[in-house]
């Protein structure tokens, strides 16, 4: 076995919080030397992370890295965590956008410093246990844990109406996530019954056989907590306000990764646990994706605020991930992990653009720009390679996700694919309508006739999102490759129990879900 | 018919009735002194001659003339609280399902006598002698500890009423 | 036997209330101590009694568990025993004993209180308390019931000059003795119905006779429970809670909320189980087996809680969104804290009754907490409680405000602290036996409950101030006790399996009470 | 002779009595008395009680009643006097400053 | 051998990049060196390949270039594939050669805006997309040049972006096209699961296999819908009704921009497509029918407006539109490479006259109004014969360019082999389409270059030819137009000089062979009469002269009263026409305006109110509400306190007795 990689990456951020704890913040010497310890720390953490790419295996349907340990043994809890192509890219995500989203604090983040790079870190640290748990607990923790820093980042670093805007992001996380836990406890107790054995182990869960009214009932209340954070129509009002409100680095990391926990959530919980459960839901879960992608792009149309509107692209472009996942074809499923990704980079290379502005003339207001690619060309350049990617451009990397989740749905509901393929038009509409106000036409207001363009620190923070962007898009086979396997292996977890029970199919299928990860874990021991 | 425990009695309930209806505090507190003394009355027919004395030295004699001292302290004789009657409604209630509870507890114990196990009463029932055993045998844990609330009555009585100690 | 008749031997009295005799004790000697130093009156001295209660308390927490646990078999002398289940409730009232003793030096100094009864009346208190939980018998119960709650009435009225902390006091009195009325016609119909006050005693008669299908049993535990939920603070029982811990003196607000409810619980679980289910028959005895017929009684206590313990999480984080008194905000929350509680005695198993013990543990270190920062953060009582006294205080004391958020966050139920963890159990416990629906109901106003809580957290860190407010001095002690508590709460909140093993074998002992 | 019932049904009734009382009177002395009436009715049960099942322990626990209502009154007449100081009223409606 | 095609789409993407990253450094010579040189070279490149391709017997000619795998997932197998066979030799060739000659046009006409390096670079990236466009070797990557040729588009159109209309222009550009791009995406969809492939050489041959095999019959509704799906790519890209808004509006743009984007190449992009795709086309008569009515209709409703207008670069936008219809007639009947001629031919005489108006607009400093222009051809000579050559070559007039490709498409049309009698009416509409152009671009002519001069005093002392590296382009275009027909001379006229040949047929026959022999089997072999033929053709050219005549008779011998009284006369057709039948108008108020304000509706109100205010604060709100009604039962009153208590006894004793 090998060094436990995993709990390096997830606990090294909290070595950071450490090391900062003991540095004081009163003079600007302090600040510098927090702010760069918080950056080594994360960069280190992205270093240590791309160790897994070498190591990763893409054949391995199952989980690799494998960590087990017993943590609660009467309730058969286990520190358990593992990485399968999903989580893998979620990983190595966040480590990626975290030293970038710290490196775009330096001058935005002037106050409370010290506090504000805690939360940062330990913010990471909760993202990548909540991406790498496999025991459901565990994730559970982590899933709530990481839900206090975000709070705490929108709701003291954050804009106006900040408080508002935490509380409801909190509460309405909290409203999932609390029935989530009683429905896990609930599965866990179900599994017992049925086969004596009392644990969290996502995978011996993965295998319980539940009744129809219980999966639909747990599917619900599992879905309910991920649609939230997704987050689906119509459950995604916390989201405009909290990315409004939230400090650029808050609103790249809630864009980034945090919503991508909902469609993680999906991914790796709510359906293969409850595949009858899907199946019962996935009807609704289409037509309010399609809702969302549709609406959210209308809505962002309409927004004065550059944040607003990107939130509610979030809220488009998140439709189209859940859509992708429900068609359960590998387009649909590996285009919307792909467009998890995506959305990742360019929806946060957004925010840190707007941010950009922001910290200059504090306002988000798209009426007080106006034809500010004159004094910001290169801003405006960037800004721009960015909007292509969030539109779908080919050759950027939202057109792979897009392209593929479209194919996918197309393959299973030709009407469906219609109308979220609209988005496509939707999506070229509002953002190109926005850049244009913002960076076209006369420079309206005289303050903007002084902006600086980008410095060499946010060039340092956006040149590898642009280089991503196109990474993914020219070349997305690199990503695709890793996630083949667990995406075929996710297909036939929640298509083959779905289907309706002829007994052989289901023992068929109980030999193929066990026989993974077993094989993944003698393999890896 | 039993006549001594009817006039005792009904004697009890009117004057606690009497207790909780007297508009002034004295004259409510001479109600439960007759309570107790009816009371006082039926535990000596229920054999228990002791507790008699006792409800009448302790309880009437000490705990309610230490209640009668306070009324003397605080209220001016004849002292009433303002007629306007605050918070009726729920008084009102209050009221009514104290009738509830007697009714259910009327109710809920009314088979209860059949299922206790009668027994004759021993010879020398209730004589102190064998209250003292008793009292010092099986209970002298809960004298302790009873001493020690006294106690805490004592030390908490004190704190509190003595300006400066 | 002894020659002077006592159905027990002195050394098997000093195993079964060894922690008792030393809490006695030190009461008689401190009572003198205090006398022998009141002759001139000094803050030192008021530290001198608090750090001898601490001690106090800690010998006798250590007596218990060094004795207690580590007898095999449950010593009985009648009315008391020493089964684990009451040493470790005794040791969570120690605990909180110790807290108080400890916060309360800073406390009394703050408020210019230099009277030592104070810490008197705390050892009876605690004593008290003890006493209840290890009683195996009903009279007794009442007793140490009575013993606890008048000390702890006085010490609620501990702030003579305040009129809150009288009015507070009054109240309890009143609705407390009120309540123990209750108890007590319980324990009488109890008695008369049984023939005997000692808990396994009358378990045995209820299942043998015709009695379990007597009303009359009912009206008894009916009257022995409402008696005991008032002391846990449930809905409806619960009216006095907010009044009472708003105008006692912080520390105390803390005990009551702490030690004298994890009495309650104790009391209220040791009751239940041991004489209304069965139990008993697990003990293997042959005279118990009888007792398996206590199941029936279920129908009507399970209910029962059900909706107690749904109403009791609904009003409790419901009324304490509304309140910009953070102390009685806490008093609401300890309401709600009650209810989930009840939800593990409900589910009637082993992990529910666990659940309810670990709870207690955790609950009482982050409610001391809580109240422990209060009480500095005011300076002196009553004058920095509100929502706007704590508004930017983040900043200005980040030390105390770090510690007021994590209690907080723990009694929100959010990992990784002990609060995750107890509400875990507890709603595990309830799941198990099918209580979804409760279970999902309950874990909606978790949902209310970390809004209010969080509330105080965004005062303290999101908002400017909007007045100045001058935090009390800090003691040491105090800061001991916080942070001890917050390293439990965070330790629990991550290695919970410890505490829970030992709570589960604690619960177990439950079944050898006789 | 009076059956145990009979007591039983004279013990609730002074019980409902004493709730009565402290359910509507504004007194807190009389809200005092009230919890008085209501130990002695459980006292008149434990006498019953004893004397019907020819058992001296429910007489014996009626003498630690005495005890702990003396205690409660003790104490209970001390928080009154001095919450009387600050108050100068024995209203317990005007006892009213904790509330909501 | 084939390892060199990835340079042609290379080259100009590294004069973008240097010319975008670098432009400021290197200054203005630097950047006319690299844009024009990269361009060169692309072009030398598609000569290279052209050649070999053309040296190759005609079965063999064909060259892919994989360069690496692009996406795999699952079935799903693109790979960034170039291919070159004749149909794309054509292409690119036009691509690159009209884009060299409109590069070093722009050297003159960019001289003195400030951001050529800007222009140029962009220009080079438009080139890039244009050609994976054309050599793309699968839809995706021709997907990938067709929203990237939008790109360019957008940025070019919106190159002045200061004057907030240019942006607007470029935005409603890029959105229109974007509504033909959902379009083409599902019909990939829908070819990809029919097909299983998105690669040329899988797909077509698949399609002819099935239908051989009886898999796939004739015009199947698959079919019609792929192809119509694409034909609504096609409509945006080649702005054909109801997509063609856009066009017009980005005449915004520099004019070299509108030059080559605008007419010769980006625009024809759906008109290459469709051709691309003709196997598919060939299997679905009913999309050939709605095509062929769609672009007849647009070919003459774009006709019918460029009478009017009077912006010179308007006009020949609404010349383009009209022609691009053609070019859809052309490809709509199944003569699919007489739509590629008229597509090339197009190239060549659209390029030279936006060129040319370029010139005429730099001469006048900028003034597109034709109405302030008149008797330039004395001041800018060069520019008006070259113009004047184009003008013929588009009206139709042989043996200029036009002549040819649209006598091929009209006679193509006449013989509609799937719907003769359409055919016949779309021969109709297509010849009078030609004679309305010939009408306005001669009204171009004259107004612009004819009768007395209407500017200002300060324009007339402007007035100047343009440089050389300007007229250049203009004399190489103008000489495109002149000969560029000659390539595809008709096998009528070929027979009258001793058999000449159609090269470009012949060139293309591997591409569109088994269309032709789908076709055959189905509808039948027909021959015509050459006499029909002859008729027919001279039909189409009497019309145009007509055309011209009568622009003669009203914009130069009755130029005084007869616009006017036309207009009068007809007032109500005169404004429907001028205002380009109000197409905007009602897009905007149909389309846009109720969009916008379902928009804001689902913002304010069911986001705002619905679920953030009813649902989400009202819960809040009940809450906090809840709380404040509930907490007042703690009204602090003892009595109140031990009622509860009694209530709660009173209940638990009711439960439990009754």
């Known amino acids: 076995m090998n060094a436990p990689i995993l709990t390096y990456v997830t606990f090294l951020p909290l070595l950071g919080v450490l090391a900062i704890l003991f540095i004081p913040q009163r003079s600007e010497s302090g600040k510098k030397a927090i702010r760069w310890v918080s950056m080594v720390i994360s960069t280190l953490v992205f270093f240590v992370s791309l160790r897994l790419y070498f190591d990763f295996d893409p054949d391995v349907a199952g989980f690799q890295f494998i960590e087990k340990y017993i943590w609660i043994p009467s309730y058969g809890i286990t520190y358990f ?46 993202m990548l246990g909540t991406f790498v748990s496999l025991d459901l607990f565990l994730f559970y923790v982590f899933w709530e844990i990481m839900l206090i820093p975000m709070w705490l980042i929108i709701g003291v670093w954050g804009g106006e109406r900040r408080i508002y805007a935490a509380i409801k992001f909190f509460l309405f996380t909290a409203v999932g996530s609390f029935l989530m836990l009683v429905c896990i406890i609930g599965l866990v107790y179900f599994h017992h019954q049925e086969t004596g054995d009392l644990t969290f182990n996502l995978l011996s869960l993965y295998n319980t056989n539940l009744a129809r009214t219980y999966e639909i009932l747990f599917f619900a209340a599992f879905a309910l907590a991920f649609a939230i954070k997704v987050p689906m129509f119509p459950l995604h009002t916390w989201l405009p306000d909290a990315h409004v409100e939230a400090p650029t680095a808050g609103s790249v990391i809630l864009a980034g990764i945090l919503l991508k926990m909902g469609t993680y959530g999906f991914f790796r919980f709510a359906m293969p646990l409850f595949p009858d459960g899907s199946a019962f839901f996935t009807p609704l879960i289409v037509v309010l994706s399609i809702i969302g992608i549709i609406y959210g792009a209308m809505v962002a149309m309409v927004q004065p605020d550059i944040k607003k509107l990107v939130a509610y692209s979030s809220v488009s472009h998140l439709g189209y991930c859940m859509i992708g996942l429900f068609v359960l074809n590998r387009h649909g499923v590996e285009g919307s992990i792909l467009q998890m990704i995506n959305h990742g980079i360019s929806t946060g290379a957004l925010f840190l653009l707007v941010g950009v502005v922001y910290e200059r003339r504090h306002t988000r207001m798209i009426a007080e720009y106006g034809g500010i690619c004159r004094p910001m060309p290169i801003y405006a350049s960037i800004f721009f390679l960015i909007t292509l990617s969030s539109v779908g451009f080919p050759t950027t990397n939202g057109f792979i996700g897009e392209f593929l989740i479209l194919l996918g749905v197309f393959e299973v509901n030709k009407a469906a694919a219609v109308l979220a393929a609209t988005g496509v038009v939707l999506g070229a509409i509002y953002m190109f309508w926005m850049f244009q106000r913002v960076f076209y036409g006369r420079v309206s207001n005289p303050k903007n006739e002084k902006l600086k363009d980008l410095n060499r620190r946010e060039l340092a923070y956006l040149l590898p999102l642009v280089a991503l962007v196109f990474w993914i898009g020219l070349y997305p086979n690199f990503f695709l490759s890793k996630m083949h396997s667990s995406v075929d292996h996710f297909i036939s977890q929640v298509k083959i129990s779905a289907e309706p029970a002829s007994p052989g199919a289901v023992v068929e299928h109980h030999a193929s879900v066990d026989k993974a990860p077993l094989s993944v874990s003698a393999a890896k021991e | 018919m039993d006549l001594y425990f009817w006039v005792f009695a009904s004697m009890s309930v009117l004057a606690g009735l009497f207790t909780i209806a007297a508009r002034d505090a004295l004259p409510s507190a001479m109600g439960l002194l007759t309570v ?75 088979g209860v006598s059949e299922i206790v196990s009668m027994k004759a009463l021993p010879e020398g029932f209730g004589n102190p002698s064998m209250f003292g055993d008793l009292f010092f045998r099986d209970f002298l844990l809960h004298f302790e500890v009873v001493s020690v609330l006294l106690l805490v009555a004592l030390i908490g009585g004190i704190y509190l009423c003595k300006k400066k100690l | 036997m002894s020659d002077l008749g006592f159905s027990f031997s002195l050394s098997q009295l000093w195993q079964v209330a060894g922690g008792q005799i030393i809490l006695l004790i030190a009461g008689l000697v401190l009572i003198f101590v205090d006398l022998w130093l009141s002759t001139d009156e000094k803050p030192d001295h008021v530290a001198t009694m608090g750090w001898l209660t601490a001690l106090s308390f800690l010998v006798a927490l250590k007596y218990m568990i060094c004795t207690g646990w580590t007898l095999n078999e449950i010593v009985l002398v009648d009315v ?99 309540g123990s009325a209750f108890f007590l016609f319980g324990v009488a119909l109890m008695y008369g119905l049984t023939g005997t006050v000692n808990i396994t005693k009358i378990a045995q008669v209820l299942s043998t006779g015709p009695l379990l299908e007597n009303p009359g049993v009912l009206v008894a535990i009916a009257m022995l429970m409402s008696g005991l939920f008032f002391k846990m603070a449930l809905v409806p029982f619960h009216m006095w809670t907010p009044d009472v811990y708003e105008g006692s003196p912080a520390i105390i607000t803390g005990f009551m909320a702490t030690a004298v409810k994890a009495g309650a619980f104790g009391i209220f679980i040791k009751l239940l189980y041991v004489t209304f289910t069965p139990i008993l028959a697990h003990s293997g ?230 | 002779m009076a059956s145990l019932t009979h007591y039983i049904v004279l013990s609730s009734i002074l019980f409902g009595l004493g709730t009565i009382g402290f359910c509507t009177r504004r007194n807190a002395l009389i809200l005092f008395m009230s919890i008085e009436l209501m130990l002695n009715a459980a006292n008149l049960m434990l006498v019953a009680f004893s004397n019907f099942m020819a058992d001296m322990a429910g007489q014996v626990m009626v003498i630690f009643i005495f005890a702990v209502a003396a205690a409660e009154v003790a104490v209970g007449l001390a928080i009154l006097i001095v919450l009387f100081r600050h108050v100068r009223e024995v209203d317990i409606t005007k006892f009213n400053v904790l509330k909501w | 051998m084939e390892g060199y095609l990835f340079l042609i789409p290379l080259i100009p993407f590294i004069g973008f990049l240097i010319n975008g990253l670098l432009g400021q450094k290197i200054g203005r010579s630097g950047v006319y060196c690299i844009g024009c040189s990269s361009i060169g070279l692309a072009f030398l490149f598609s000569i290279l390949a052209v050649y070999q391709l053309a040296c190759s017997p005609a079965e063999d000619r064909l060259l892919v270039q994989t360069l690496w795998s692009w996406i795999t997932v699952g079935n799903l197998n693109i790979d960034m594939a170039l291919m070159i066979d004749p149909l794309s030799a054509v292409m690119i060739l036009v691509v690159t050669g009209v884009s060299f000659v409109i590069h070093i046009y722009s050297i003159g006409y960019m001289a003195h805006d400030e951001s050529y390096w800007r222009f140029f670079s962009y220009l080079n990236m438009f080139v890039f997309f244009m050609i994976m466009l054309v050599l793309g070797s699968n839809y995706i990557v021709m997907f990938v040049g067709w929203e990237g040729v939008g790109l360019a588009s957008y940025l070019l159109i919106g190159f002045w972006y200061k004057e907030n209309v240019n942006a607007d222009a470029g935005k409603k550009a890029f959105i229109v096209n974007r509504i033909g791009d959902f379009g083409f995406l599902l019909g990939m969809f829908l070819m990809f699961i029919t097909f299983g492939s998105l690669s040329y050489l899988d797909v077509f041959p698949k399609a ?71 196997v598919l ?235 032709h022999e789908i076709i055959a089997a189905y509808a039948g072999v027909h021959h015509h009469s050459t006499v029909v033929e002859w008729v027919l053709m001279a039909g189409s050219v009497a019309v145009a002269i007509g055309g011209i005549f009568l622009a003669y008779h009203i914009y130069i011998r009755r130029v005084d009263v007869l616009p006017e009284k036309l207009a009068e006369t007809y007032s109500i057709y005169h404004k429907l026409v001028y205002n380009k039948y109000f197409v905007d108008e009602i897009y905007y108020y149909v389309v846009v305006l109720p969009f916008y304000y379902l928009s804001m509706f689902f913002w304010k109100v069911v986001d705002a109110f619905c679920i953030d205010g009813v649902g989400v604060n009202g819960q809040a709100w009940l809450v906090q509400r809840g709380s404040g009604a509930l907490r007042l039962v703690q009204n602090g009153y003892v009595q109140t306190y031990g009622a509860f208590m009694l209530l709660g006894l009173v209940v638990m004793l009711w439960f439990f007795i009754v």
């Open chain 1, 81 to 126: 965590m593992g990485l399968d192509g999903l989580a893998f890219w979620l990983v190595l995500l966040t480590t990626f956008l975290t030293p970038l989203t710290i490196l775009s604090t330096w001058s935005a983040i002037t106050k409370k410093v010290k506090e504000f790079q805690i939360m940062m870190l330990v913010l990471e640290t909760a």
């Open chain 3, 285 to 514: 005895q042959p005279e118990f087996q009888s007792t398996v017929n206590l199941a029936a009684l279920a129908v009507y206590w399970k209910p029962l809680l059900w909706w107690l313990a749904l109403i009791t999480m609904f009003v409790g984080n419901l009324v304490a969104v509304s309140q910009q008194n953070v102390k009685r905000m806490l008093a609401y929350s300890s309401i709600a804290h009650a209810g989930y509680m009840v939800l593990g005695i409900i589910a009637a198993n082993d992990e529910g009754r666990m659940g309810v013990l670990f709870y207690l543990f955790a609950y009482t270190l982050m409610n001391f907490g809580a109240f422990g920062v209060l009480y500095l953060l005011d300076g002196q009582e009553g004058k920095a409680q509100t929502l706007d006294d704590y508004k930017g205080l983040g900043f200005k004391y980040p030390a105390l405000s770090f510690l007021m958020a994590l209690f907080l966050v723990s009694m929100a139920g959010l990992p990784p602290t002990a609060g995750f963890i107890g509400k875990f159990y507890v709603f595990a416990a309830a799941i198990k036996e099918g209580y979804l629906l409760l279970a999902a109901l309950g874990i909606m106003t978790c949902v209310i409950g970390a809004y209010y809580y969080l509330r105080v957290i965004w005062m303290l860190y999101m908002v400017e101030p909007s007045r100045e407010v001058v935090a009390g001095r800090v003691s040491v002690t105090s800061m001991i006790a916080l942070i001890a508590a917050a390293l439990g709460i965070m330790y629990l909140g991550i290695l919970p399996e410890g505490l829970a093993q030992v709570a589960n074998v604690a619960q177990q002992s439950l079944a050898m009470v006789f």
């Open chain 3, 80 to 178: 008391f025993s020493t089964e684990k289940f009451a040493i470790f409730v005794s040791a969570i009232v120690l605990m909180a004993g110790i807290f108080a003793s400890l916060m309360s030096i800073g406390y009394l100094r703050n408020n210019k209180l230099v009277r030592s009864e104070y810490f008197i009346l705390l050892l009876f208190a605690v004593y008290g308390t003890i006493a209840m939980v290890q009683s195996v018998d009903l009279l007794m119960m009442f007793i140490a019931l009575e013993v606890m709650s008048l000390s702890v009435y006085v010490l609620a009225a501990f702030l003579k000059d305040d009129r809150k902390s009288q009015e507070g006091a009054l109240k309890y009195f009143l609705l407390g003795s009120f």
């Open chain 2, 36 to 110: 107790f003394i009816a009371l006082a009355s039926l535990y000596l027919h229920l054999h228990a001659p002791l507790i008699a004395i006792f409800q009448v030295a302790i309880y009437a004699g000490a705990i309610l003339i230490l209640v009668v001292f306070v009324i003397m302290l605080l209220m001016a004789p004849g002292e009433r609280l303002a007629a306007i009657q605050a918070n009726v409604s729920y008084r009102g209630a209050g009221a009514l399902l104290g009738l509830c509870l007697i009714g259910l507890v009327a109710v809920g114990t009314k």
């Open chain 5, 208 to 278: 002819v296999h099935m239908y051989e095999h009886g898999m796939l019959a004739m015009n199947s509704p698959v079919m019609i819908a792929i192809c119509l799906l694409l034909f609504l790519g096609a409509t945006g890209k080649s702005a054909q009704i109801p997509l063609f808004v856009w066009l017009p509006d980005a005449m915004a743009g520099p004019t070299p921009v509108s030059a080559l984007i605008h007419a010769a190449t980006m625009v024809t992009a759906g008109v290459y497509m469709v051709a691309r795709t003709n």
């Open chain 5, 281 to 515: 086309y060939t299997l679905a008569p009913t999309a050939l029918l709605v095509l062929v009515l769609m672009s007849a209709a647009t070919a003459f409703i774009a006709a019918t407006i460029g009478i009017l207008q009077n912006d010179i670069k308007r006009v020949l936008a609404y010349s383009t539109v009209s022609q691009l219809g053609y070019m859809f007639i052309g490809v709509s009947v199944a003569a699919y490479g007489a739509g590629i001629f008229h597509l090339m031919t197009h190239a060549f005489f659209k390029a030279c006259l936006f060129l040319c108006a370029g010139s005429v607009i730099h001469a006048m400093g900028g003034d597109q109004d034709m109405r302030s222009m008149g008797g330039l051809w004395k001041k800018i000579p060069i520019t008006y014969i070259t113009m004047l050559f184009a003008t013929i070559a588009i009206s139709g007039i042989p043996p200029f360019a036009g002549f040819f490709s649209k006598d091929e498409i009209l006679w193509k049309a006449f013989t509609f082999p799937y719907y003769p009698v359409v055919g016949k009416i779309v021969w109709f509409i297509g010849v009078l389409a030609a004679g309305i152009t010939a009408f306005y671009m001669f009204r171009l002519i004259f107004m612009t270059f004819h009768g007395k001069f209407r500017g200002t005093e300060e324009q007339a002392h402007h007035l100047h030819e343009s440089p050389l590296n300007m007229t250049g382009p203009l004399m190489i275009l103008a000489f495109g137009s002149v000969f560029g027909g000659w390539l595809g001379i008709p096998h009528l006229i070929g027979s009258l000089f001793g058999h000449v040949p159609n090269v470009l047929e012949n060139f293309f026959e591997p591409v569109f062979a088994n269309s």
